[in-house]
């Protein structure tokens, strides 16, 4: 069973930064891949960055070139540093991870204001 415990969300004013971080827990070997949903009320959750144990990255074009996913295979954390933030990236972020299944964090707020 694997948990993951996320940090680091708040309220920032538009323009700013936020890094949030999310540790995982109760696996020995790297995790296939680890990433960061986001959900704002009344949507549906998306996919905002993932990364793979090989280093491959994926984004949502809304957060290319703002947001940046960084990952440690060997500690099985993985970060994501947000830059430029607008109103509309305001959502429950949740961290992801996958092996055999997916498993989620509890999620944290992130709230931007204009």
């Known amino acids: 069973q694997v948990q993951l415990v996320e940090s680091g969300g708040g309220l920032v004013q538009a323009g700013g930064s936020l890094r949030l971080s999310c540790a995982a827990s109760g696996r020995r070997s790297s995790l296939n891949a680890m990433g960061w949903y986001r959900q704002a009320p009344g949507k549906q959750r998306d996919m905002v960055a993932v990364a793979t144990s090989g280093g491959s990255t994926s984004y949502a074009d809304s957060v290319k070139g703002r947001f940046t996913i960084s990952r440690d295979n060997a500690k099985n954390t993985v970060n994501l540093q947000m830059n430029s933030l607008k109103p509309e990236d305001t959502a429950v972020y949740y961290c992801?991870?996958?092996?055999?299944?997916?498993?989620w964090g509890q999620g944290t707020q992130v709230t931007v204001s204009s």
């Open positions: 992801y991870a996958f092996t055999t299944r997916g498993y």
